[in-house]
Nanobody
Framework: QVQLVESGGGLVQAGGSLRLSCVAS????????MGWHRQAPGTQRELVAA???????NYADSVKGRFTISRDNAKNTVYLQMNSLKPEDAAVYYC??????????WGQGTQVTVSS
């Protein structure tokens, strides 16, 4: 059983910063991709950023230049540094882990609220 525990969400003013963390634990095959998705009310869940075990990254166009994803493979942890936050960034942020067999695991989500 794989568990993903997210932390770091909260309330921030527009222009501010937050750092999300996600720690993976449990029995899992080698981790391939770790990443973050988000879902605002009434919208579909969307990719925010992802990072492979080799360090390659992928970002949604809407967050490029503002968000940075990183990971610590030894700690099975992925981070999302979010700067210059905008009200439209407000959402529940979900951590995603995909192992090398292609199985996907989701965290329970952490709320990010951005006040204007």
């Amino acid at each position: 059983q794989v568990q993903l525990v997210e932390s770091g969400g909260g309330l921030v003013q527009a222009g501010g910063s937050l750092r999300l963390s996600c720690v993976a634990s449990g029995s899992m095959f080698s981790i391939n991709i770790m990443g973050w998705h988000r879902q605002a009310p009434g919208t579909q869940r969307e990719l925010v950023a992802a990072i492979t075990s080799g360090g390659s990254t992928n970002y949604a166009d809407s967050v490029k230049g503002r968000f940075t994803i990183s990971r610590d493979n030894a700690k099975n942890t992925v981070y999302l540094q979010m700067n210059s936050l905008k009200p439209e960034d407000a959402a529940v942020y979900y951590c995603l882990l995909e192992d090398k067999l292609g199985f996907r695991y989701w965290g329970q989500g952490t709320q990010v609220t951005v006040s204007s």
